[in-house]
């Protein structure tokens, strides 16, 4: 795949590459037309709430190095939306002002499918233009399986993710064991892990612990991972 969709160079989005960054975070949360406007609120306000809270800012800012994020929201083929681009957090203004990015960026009109692996090409290209940092994360949160365009393996096999770990945010409400799925399909790389949420209102939570858990040592996601009360997975 050519790498078309981000050429400008990091200055001129705001990002410069970070000799001393720890961790290019890319989030990428699902609005496709299963996630209704009462849905799109709750994760909306639970992503701003988690990285308003004082321990998910400890985690960014307290380690010498800092982090590097982007944001965007995915749901039918060709339909990526990059609500935030690549942003070093080197203060807490930086941080707030993803924030109110964050809330207030309008739910989607058009309701659309489920493009998981045209979402995962979108992020290959995203984290080949990330700052320099110690690690590559993807952070995919999403309620269903792929159901248009270019399936996940598919999108593994054509694109290049070697040095990126793929995490997952399962929300269980819609479809039977997509946990299962995520753990099977979506997920890859050092320490990759599915968090889990029963259903959307507990979204806000599990990005919450999600964030944590990326945030901190890598080496966490090797040995547990929560399923919402389903038993110890190993990745």
């Not at 000799?19 to 994760?43: K, N, P």
């Not at 060709?78 to 993803?98: C, I, K, M, R, S």
């Not at 270019?150 to 290049?160: C, K, L």
């Not at 945010?169 to 990759?192: K, M, N, Q, T, W």
Request: hydrophobic share 45%.
């Amino acid at each position: 795949m050519l790498r078309l969709t981000l050429t400008l160079p990091l200055a001129l989005l705001g990002c410069p590459a970070a000799a001393d960054c720890r961790l290019a975070l890319a989030l990428a949360v699902d609005v496709s037309r299963s996630i209704d406007v009462e849905d799109y609120a709750i994760q909306t306000e639970g992503l701003a709430r988690a990285l308003e809270a004082p321990d998910i800012r400890k985690a960014i800012f307290g380690p010498e190095d800092d982090v590097a994020l982007a944001i965007f929201y995915w749901s039918g083929k060709g339909y990526q939306d990059l609500v935030q681009p690549w942003v070093l957090l080197e203060t807490e203004a930086d941080l707030d002002a993803v924030i109110e990015r964050v809330r207030l960026t309008p739910r989607p009109a058009a309701p659309l499918a489920t493009a998981l692996g045209d979402a995962l090409r979108y992020a290959a290209d995203l984290l080949y233009d990330a700052p320099d940092c110690g690690r590559r994360v993807l952070d995919v949160a999403g309620d269903g399986r792929n159901n248009e365009g270019i399936s996940v393996t598919r999108a593994y096999e054509r694109e290049d993710f070697s040095g990126i770990t793929v995490n997952a945010l399962a929300v269980g409400e819609h479809e039977a064991d997509l946990l299962g799925y995520f753990s099977s399909e979506l997920i890859r790389g050092p320490g990759a892990f599915v968090e889990y949420a029963p259903e959307q209102k507990d979204y806000p939570r599990a990005i919450h612990r999600k964030l944590l858990r990326e945030l901190a040592n890598p080496l966490i996601g090797r040995l547990e991972s929560t399923t919402g009360g389903k038993g110890p997975r190993i990745f």
